[in-house]
């Protein structure tokens, strides 16, 4: 070994302590206001003081403008995980654009159904732009894995799309630094049991686990 390959080895290491979410200064008191607003306007009497959200709605404030005092872990996504109707998908849509209004750490958010209908008919091709093959990674959310009927066959191959995409996903995350965002009607135990020990590995090293509890706000 020499000096170019020591140097290498320790940039590699300096450069993987770096949290991947990027840090800006906000007026945290007219943000948050904002977050609400966001919020109401997709559901004109949503209650961030309802079953913990406020406690929430601050981690992923904090989380999304990279602040040191955030909980969560800046080097990893969000895997927010909760009953049907809990409010995830609205969650993660209320700060995917904040995120657009802070134009940093956005995030593409696609519909977990609509990839596996469009893997029926194209096969894998069809979820290769989430990989290492595309030349410019996106940051992305998978919305609603753990869902029935995952897998597909086209022309005889059969894959789980799900398993596919946790797998491209960590190649992402592990080579170019590019963070993945999830919800899921499973909890980690069942994510295990439906995809595997090595998938639910991965998903745990790429994310921050959250439990959502509260109301089925699809009821109100």
Do not use: W
């Not at 872990?73 to 209320?94: A, D, E, F, Q």
């Not at 919305?143 to 992402?172: P, Q």
């Amino acid at each position: 070994m020499n000096i170019l390959d020591i140097k290498e080895i320790f940039a590699g290491q300096f450069e993987a302590r770096k949290p991947m979410i990027k840090s800006i200064y906000v007026d945290a008191v007219a943000h948050k206001r904002g977050i609400i607003n966001i919020a109401k306007y997709y559901q004109p009497d949503y209650d961030i003081a309802v079953n913990g959200l406020k406690s929430l709605f601050n981690d992923l404030f904090l989380y999304f403008i990279g602040s040191e005092d955030s909980t969560l872990n800046l080097s990893k996504g969000i895997l927010l995980v909760g009953n049907p109707g809990s409010g995830k998908t609205l969650i993660m849509t209320i700060f995917k654009n904040y995120a657009i209004y802070n134009g940093v750490n956005t995030f593409q958010f696609h519909d977990v159904k609509t990839l596996v209908k469009d893997a029926e008919i194209n096969g894998i091709k069809a979820i290769e732009k989430f990989g290492t093959t595309n030349d410019y990674p996106i940051t992305c959310l998978l919305d609603d894995i753990g869902a029935k009927n995952e897998s597909v066959n086209n022309y005889g191959t059969t894959f789980n799309v799900v398993d596919e995409l946790i797998s491209m996903r960590y190649l992402v995350y592990t080579k170019c630094r590019k963070l993945t965002h999830f919800t899921s009607n499973i909890y980690p135990a069942e994510i295990e049991t439906l995809y595997g020990a090595r998938a639910a590995s991965r998903l745990a090293e790429m994310c921050n686990i959250i439990e959502l509890t509260g109301i089925d706000f699809r009821k109100k």
